[in-house]
């Protein structure tokens, strides 16, 4: 959410990025709704004030027996009752527009983001390890389907598309590497592990952006047969008893702070869940439809930070780290990308992507997502911070990343650790989650 005095301050500055994504005329347009509502409440306190001043006359002309005077006096309230109405109905309907617009807009690009498209225009910042040498390899659902571990026909059967058994070692396997990505995360980083809903309200949604823009997105509950026939041409969020299917644990712990004002001393809070997370993946129709690189039910552990303006900044980088450390462990090959402006998500002041290297494919592919927030999901939720002592609030700053994907993760594991025969070793780090194990698929 953006503050409306920070548009008519630097105007040029918004219109410059939303015209950039899409929104020529943005920063106008919400200027325009501005003027209109100040002007609209200005009317509106002059007849509160003009009421309140003539009803005091009444008082006042029944007081020295003026009965004509008080008349015209009461009758003129009657004209300003209407005013009154006529006005509060403009300010309100001028305030939903204004909010309505402004909710439908991106966050603004930190200063040091590149300028740019599209993922064409991303930076890359660093590398490790070295792609794995592997002849002719197999990509993940080769690999799977020859071990009959990976089911996407039975998924198929029940579910749909962009769906997967997981069955035997491969399930083992996933659920060891959520298992090591949330102890790493809360023994050596010092995140706070939160079992969080996975059913949220319209509000959370709106609050880390997923609402109102991205709805097509999501995945929508309704608890009852008849309030679900009764939500056809029902317009979503002012449905009864609805819920969303968190498309990522970042709503359910951001919005842990949503209407609270937290101490700026406890500051930074490190958060984190291994939860599942549900995409509809409207926008990705025809892209990556074979395998598990984009389905619509998968794991991930989040990684959430609450932070002061000060803190953000050096806090993003701290976030980073974090995930890089699960891939270093993993002695999985990738790199860290800074998003150009053109790729950032709705949300994101600045955004750095880390890409898992994949023989399959023989280029690298998005693991992990890390986003500075700004102030702009706490305005949404109206989250603050207050020092000891002081009197006044501000904003907190919001960040998030993965920490990882572990369905991708698994994946990355897969095809850089297979060998000619179709085993996959398993990674060291994993082996106190699975004793006795050293392969998947023909012995141990």
């Known amino acids: 959410m953006h503050d409306i005095r920070a548009i008519r301050e630097t105007p040029e500055l918004y219109e410059k990025h939303w015209a950039a994504k899409g929104r020529s005329g943005a920063a106008a347009e919400a200027l325009a709704l501005d003027e209109k509502l100040r002007a609209a409440q200005t009317a509106l306190q002059a007849a509160q004030a003009e009421r309140n001043e003539s009803s005091k006359l009444i008082g006042q002309a029944k007081a020295r027996k003026d009965e004509a005077e008080a008349a015209r006096l009461i009758a003129h309230v009657e004209v300003l009752k209407t005013t009154l109405a006529e006005q509060g109905e403009a300010e309100r309907s001028l305030g939903e527009a204004l909010r309505e617009l402004l909710a439908g807009l991106p966050n603004l690009p930190a200063a040091d983001v590149p300028a ?7 930076v890359e910042v660093r590398r490790w390890g070295e792609p794995f040498a592997i002849a002719a390899p197999k990509d993940h659902a080769d690999l799977g389907e020859g071990l009959g571990l990976m089911d996407f026909e039975a998924a198929a059967r029940m579910s749909g598309s962009r769906f997967v058994v997981l069955k035997g070692e491969l399930a083992r396997l996933e659920r060891a590497l959520g298992q090591f990505m949330l102890d790493l995360q809360t023994r050596e980083h010092g995140y706070t592990e939160v079992s969080p809903p996975m059913l949220v309200r319209s509000e959370a ?45 970042e709503v359910s712990l951001t919005n842990l702070v949503r209407e609270q004002i937290v101490a700026e001393e406890e500051l930074p809070l490190r958060l984190t869940a291994l939860t599942h997370c549900f995409r509809a993946e409207a926008g990705a129709s025809g892209r990556d439809t074979r395998g598990m690189i984009r389905q619509h039910q998968f794991q991930k552990v989040e990684l959430v930070s609450i932070t002061t303006p000060e803190q953000s900044e050096a806090e993003h980088e701290r976030m980073v780290s974090c995930a890089e450390a699960v891939l270093k462990a993993l002695e999985l090959p990738f790199r860290t990308v800074l998003l150009c402006s053109g790729d950032m998500g709705f949300s994101a002041r600045k955004t750095y992507d880390l890409e898992v290297w994949l023989p399959s494919e023989g280029r690298y592919r998005e693991i992990s997502s890390c986003s500075n927030c700004g102030d702009f999901q706490a305005r949404r939720m109206d989250a603050r911070a207050k020092k000891a002592g002081e009197k ?26 297979q060998d000619e025969n179709g085993r996959i070793a398993i990674p060291q780090a994993l082996h106190p989650y699975l004793p006795g194990m050293t392969h998947i698929g023909g012995g141990r």
């Open 116 to 122: 740019g498209a599209d993922e064409n225009d991303n």
């Open 205 to 249: 949604m709106f609050g880390t952006g997923q609402l109102p823009k991205f709805s097509d997105d999501q995945f929508v509950a309704v608890p009852g047969l008849e309030n679900t026939r009764a939500l056809k041409g029902a317009d979503l969020p002012e449905a009864p008893e609805i819920r969303w299917l968190i498309p990522t644990a």
């Open 392 to 417: 006044g609030t501000r904003f907190v700053h919001t960040l998030n990343g993965s920490g990882l994907a572990v369905g991708r993760a698994l994946v990355a594991v897969m095809e850089n650790y």
